[in-house]
């Protein structure tokens, strides 16, 4: 263009520039007029559309945020499970980056804002009156939004949600493009009048290449600035501007992208929230047969967003058959009110999933229902979730049956059923005999065990009609329905205790297992579950009383008998307040030379001046662990009376005291031996405890006080050896110094071969151990004899003497030094 003005002559070029100064004058008047005010136009379309493009993201981002939300927190908040939802509402606020974050229990009190401090705690909030599941409402703010949604799953309602989020960033956004845009403005007229005044001195192709320059450099980017928002108003976030300078328009350019990709992260962050979550969300719009499809929705249903065709027929393709048709009436807005439903589908890998489908139409209101919109959840995990905790609700986790707690509500439904058809139905009580021995001797791990197969064998003989369930530890029940001659409850009984009989192999083990079975009847025995159970139990005891592996019905003398239980159990209470224990002893002799050794404590209780049957009420004590608030006194009073005996003259005697497998497990015993020990003067050597042979297998704590009694000299006699699980390594291990021979054993023992050979085996275990053998129950000169010649250690018995209050017990052992004396002076009973 320099080029061409050169070429004209210096007096055509003044005539030329005067004209082209009035043309260029005129051209610039109207061609300004026109792009300012176009540009004026464009400048305000740009703000305004930028403005109206955020404010539908946010609106957009608010409301699914609170539909996801609604799900995500409603287990923390079902459960007030505050840790929990201060880390939910953590990872919230990273996302949305709200003012505040309120939530609130049904009553719309707050529960927790997030923070550890929670200073807002129990304040009642007010939310909008319209708000329900699936729906979250969305309240403008002078400064923001406020966002409420109900946090619940289907039906259930855990409470509520309010989110307050300010617009502050969205005015400064705004603000700044404004500015600019303002900015720009301004530099255009102040470039474009620098160019006029230029333009003057130019020739007409200079003021069209101007003209063009213009058009290129500010028209043509301000119109793709505001196509590009229309772009992002439409969802179109991957369209962008050139970045083709660094002025004004160039930075606007580069703000408009940068705004682009913020609103794509978002909302690539929603939909990983929901990818995460397995959550997305579907429209439709009546006439149309595609759908529109979140990211998510795509995700759930295991297909490529791009390649997919969003139609309802395709999605109908991964639906089960059974379900199609209500899944496509739902995406078809079929109902006028909200609607949901589960249904299963097969991915496209294959795979086979649950999902969750809530809709609602969209309502305008001039037009009426515009459309269906919805959310798609895979509720898979969840549900098995909620199978695994019904199971571990309902049935025991060792062998598979019911539990006390679906056994109760099966009975409460067979009470009602049975009380409206006017029928009758069993109830069985189950306990295993010996389990416990069992469980002591050969461990927990093998009791388990046995406890699996016996569930097992149980199960195999029930109708599928009738409940079998373990209510804990050795008990089970059985609850008989439509009782007949094949199913009376006699018969059943009969085939349990048949079917336990035989040996369970256990650990490379035979073990044999009884039951004892206690049935009542309803309604003729109870009409109440409570009763009813109480009453089985009731006849179950009974049971086992008769002999174990036995059955007995409910009868009105059995609530009789389990009445005066309890009145003597409330009667022991009493006599411990009033002190009306005592303690009774028993000589112990040997049985060649006749010498007294040792005597044994024996607890009595004097009731209204009259001793006790203490088989009547010693079990009741152990029982209800009562025995262990005796356990002082008895070891005081007992070595007492030893002292007495050795003040009187009489020394070298071992106090032998009886305790109980509770007694023993006692953590303060060694403290209360130690105690007694010090106040009376004994030495420990001249005690001897006496536990039963399944004590040491029951708990560490009876291993540790029998090894810490035979570090302080302390000697260790096994009771009624013989008749529980016997364990040689025990006897070895725990320094034991005595056994002593059950009365059962002693008591036929001159006309029974096998109780014979039961008591020499005994003696020469015995006496292979280098331990003492103590014969107890000896009430005859014959057993006396058999006893001698098979070499056993000591005698005890009413051949010698019964057992005898303090004061007799002294003049006794005064006047009775050998055994034929004491036989001759004895009483025999």
């Known amino acids: 263009m320099n080029l061409s003005l050169r070429k004209l002559s210096t007096k055509y070029a003044l005539h030329f520039a005067a004209f082209l100064v009035a043309v260029i004058l005129l051209i610039i008047t109207l ?70 974050l309120l939530i609130l229990d049904t009553h719309r009190r707050v529960v927790t804002d997030g923070s550890i401090e929670n200073p807002s705690y129990g304040q009642k909030v007010d939310i909008p009156d319209n708000l329900i599941p699936g729906s979250p409402v969305i309240v403008p703010t002078q400064d923001g939004d406020l966002l409420y949604f109900v946090i619940g799953y289907g039906d259930e309602i855990a409470g509520y949600a309010r989110v307050e989020t300010s617009d502050l960033g969205h005015k400064q956004l705004s603000n700044v493009l404004a500015t600019e845009v303002a900015k720009a403005w301004q530099e255009f007229q102040e470039g474009f009048l620098l160019i006029a005044v230029a333009s003057l001195g130019l020739v007409v192709i200079i003021t069209t290449i101007i003209s063009w320059r213009l058009s290129v450099s500010l028209s043509r980017p301000l119109s793709k600035m505001a196509d590009a928002a229309e772009h992002y108003a439409a969802g179109n976030l991957e369209h962008r501007l050139i970045e083709d300078t660094s002025d004004e328009l160039g930075r606007l350019a580069g703000s408009l992208n940068k705004m682009a990709n913020d609103l794509d992260k978002a909302g690539r962050l929603l939909d990983r929230a929901q990818e995460m979550a397995a959550f997305g969300y579907w429209e439709w719009r009546p006439g149309k047969t595609d759908l529109v499809l979140s990211y998510g929705a795509y995700k759930t249903f295991g297909v490529d967003y791009q390649a997919f065709e969003p139609e309802v027929q395709n999605l109908l393709k991964y639906v089960v058959p059974e379900d199609q048709e209500r899944v496509f009436a739902i995406l078809q807005g079929r109902f006028k009110q909200p609607v949901s439903a589960n249904f299963n589908i097969r991915r496209a890998d294959g795979k086979s999933r649950t999902l969750f489908i809530r809709g609602e139409p969209e309502h305008h209101q001039e037009d009426g229902i515009v459309g269906f919109i919805g959310t798609i959840q895979d509720i898979t995990e969840q549900q098995r979730s909620n199978e ?19 056994f109760y509500e099966r009975l409460n439904h067979t009470i009602k059923q049975a009380r409206r058809r006017q029928s009758e139905f069993a109830l069985l009580f189950l306990d295993l005999d010996r389990f416990k021995s069992i469980n002591d001797a050969l461990g927990h791990d093998v009791g388990d065990e046995l406890l699996r197969h016996v569930g097992k064998r149980l ?41 336990l009989t035989p040996a369970f192999k256990v650990d490379h083990r035979d073990l044999f297992i009884t039951t004892s079975i206690g049935v009542a009847l309803y309604p003729k025995d109870a009409t109440e579950t409570d009763a009813l159970i109480k009453n089985a139990d009731t006849a179950m005891y009974l049971a086992k009383e008769q002999g174990k592996a036995v ?16 009145a003597l159990e409330s009667d022991l209470r009493q006599a411990l307040e009033n002190d009306e224990f ?26 209204d001046g009259e001793l006790q049957s203490a088989e009547h009420f010693v079990p009741v004590l152990e029982e209800t662990g009562l025995i262990t608030r005796l356990t002082g006194s008895i070891l005081q009073k007992a070595c007492y009376a030893l002292r007495q005996l050795e003040q009187g003259g009489v020394s070298g005697l071992r106090m032998c005291i009886n305790l109980s497998a509770v007694q023993f497990q006692q953590p303060e015993l060694l ?30 704590l009876s291993q540790l006080n029998a090894a810490e009694l035979a570090a302080r000299g302390i000697r260790l006699a096994i009771d009624d050896f013989g008749t529980g699980y016997s364990s040689l390594t025990y006897l070895k291990q725990f320094h034991v110094d005595a056994l ?59 051949l010698i003497s019964r057992p005898l209050p303090f004061d007799e017990l002294a003049t006794w052992v005064s006047s009775a030094q050998k055994v034929k004396s004491v036989v001759d002076s004895s009483v025999s009973v």
Not at 474 to 489: A, G, R, V, W
């Open 31 to 100: 061609s300004g007029y026109l792009v300012f005010q176009r540009t004026n136009e464009m400048r305000t379309e740009l703000v305004e559309s930028f403005s109206a493009v955020h404010t539908s993201f946010d609106l957009i981002a608010l409301h699914n945020s609170g539909n996801y939300l609604s799900n995500r927190l409603f287990n923390p908040l079902y459960n007030i499970d505050i840790s929990t939802l201060n880390e939910e509402l953590t990872q919230i606020q990273s996302w949305l980056q709200p003012d505040s």
């Open 388 to 406: 695994q905790l019904q199971q571990l609700a309902n049935y025991d986790a060792l062998t598979g049956l019911p539990n006390r707690n679906l």
């Open 459 to 499: 199960k195999s003989i029930v109708r599928e009609s009738d409940t079998l369930a373990r209510m804990g530890g050795d008990e089970f029940t059985l609850i008989i329905e439509d009782l007949n001659e094949e199913f009376s409850p006699q018969k059943v009984a009969q085939n349990i205790i048949r079917t």
């Open 551 to 566: 059955f007995s019905f409910f009868t009105p003398e059995l609530d009789h008998l389990a009445h005066e239980r309890l």
């Open 582 to 607: 005592e303690l009774h002893y028993q000589p112990q002799v040997d049985s060649d030379t006749n010498e007294l050794i040792a005597i044994e404590a024996l607890l009595r209780w004097r009731k």
């Open 671 to 700: 403290s209360l031996i130690d105690e007694a020990v010090s106040e009376s003067g004994v030495t420990p050597q001249q005690l001897e405890m006496e536990i039963t042979e399944s004590t040491l297998l029951e708990r560490d």
């Open 740 to 798: 002593k021979i059950d009365r059962s054993f002693i008591r036929d023992l001159t006309n029974d071969i096998e109780d014979a050979q039961i008591t020499t085996a005994l003696l020469g275990l015995a006496r292979s151990l280098k331990i003492d053998s103590i014969a107890e129950g000896v009430e005859n000169e014959e057993q006396l004899k058999m006893l001698r010649s098979w070499h056993c250690d000591l005698i005890q018995g009413f």
